[in-house]
C-alpha cells in the first residue's frame, strides 16, 4: 500500500513543533516576549494567542494573566476571547492533536475501531496526552467529511483514507510524526 506522504506533510505544515513546550506551565515562565511584538497591533491579542498557540500548543494560565497586563484588560475578558474561537484552548494538549468522529455515519462505519487503535498504538486513551507530550487523543463530533467515514484528524487535518487501510496506515502515520 502507497503511504501518503502528502498528508504527512500537509500536516507538518499545519503544526509548528517546537522545544519550549517543556517550559508550558512553569511559574517563572515569562511569556511577555512572545506577547511583545503584537502589543500594539490592531486585533493583537488574537495574534498573540496564535503565537501562544504555535509555541505551546495551549494557552497557558500565567499566559493570560501576561496577555491580560499586555493588553489592559481583565483576566475573565481574556479568557473569554480565548474561549470564544474554537482554534484556542487553555486546556494542556500534545502537539499532535488526533481527533476521532463519533457522529452517527462514522460510529457506523467503526470509528471505535479505529480510537482503539490509536489508542494501542499510542498507549494512551481518549482524553489524555502523551507522556512525551506529542499526542492528545480525543473523540469529536462530525467534521463535514462524513461521506468518507470513518474519519479522524490531526491538528484538524481530515485523514480520509479508505476504512481497510487504517490498521496498516495509522503506525506509519504516527512513526512520521514521531520523528518529527
Ligand atoms: S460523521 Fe464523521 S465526519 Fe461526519
Not at 498573540?48 to 497557558?60: G, N
Request: hydrophobic share 40%; glycine share 6%; proline share 6%.
Amino acid at each position: 500500500m502507497p503511504f501518503d506522504h502528502f498528508l504527512t506533510r500537509r500536516i507538518l505544515k499545519s503544526t509548528y513543533v517546537c522545544e519550549v513546550k517543556i517550559l508550558a506551565g512553569e511559574a517563572g515562565t515569562d511569556y511577555k516576549p512572545l506577547i511583545e511584538p503584537y502589543r500594539q497591533m490592531r486585533g493583537g491579542i488574537i495574534e498573540a494567542l496564535h503565537a501562544l498557540m504555535r509555541a505551546y500548543h495551549f494557552i497557558p494560565p500565567k499566559a493570560l494573566k501576561d496577555l491580560a497586563k499586555a493588553f489592559r484588560m481583565t483576566e475573565a475578558e481574556v479568557y473569554g476571547v480565548a474561549s470564544f474561537y474554537s482554534y484556542f484552548t487553555t486546556k494542556e494538549q500534545g502537539a499532535y492533536v488526533i481527533r476521532v468522529c463519533r457522529s452517527a455515519p462514522c460510529h457506523l462505519e467503526n470509528a471505535q475501531g479505529v480510537m482503539e487503535l490509536l489508542e494501542k498504538e499510542l498507549g494512551i486513551h481518549a482524553g489524555q496526552t502523551t507522556e512525551d507530550g506529542k499526542f492528545t487523543l480525543e473523540w469529536t463530533e462530525c467534521v463535514g467529511q462524513c461521506a468518507h467515514a470513518p474519519v479522524y484528524t490531526i491538528n484538524r487535518e481530515p485523514v480520509t483514507e479508505p476504512k481497510n487501510v487504517f490498521s496498516e496506515q495509522i503506525p506509519l502515520l504516527l512513526e512520521q510524526l514521531r520523528q518529527n
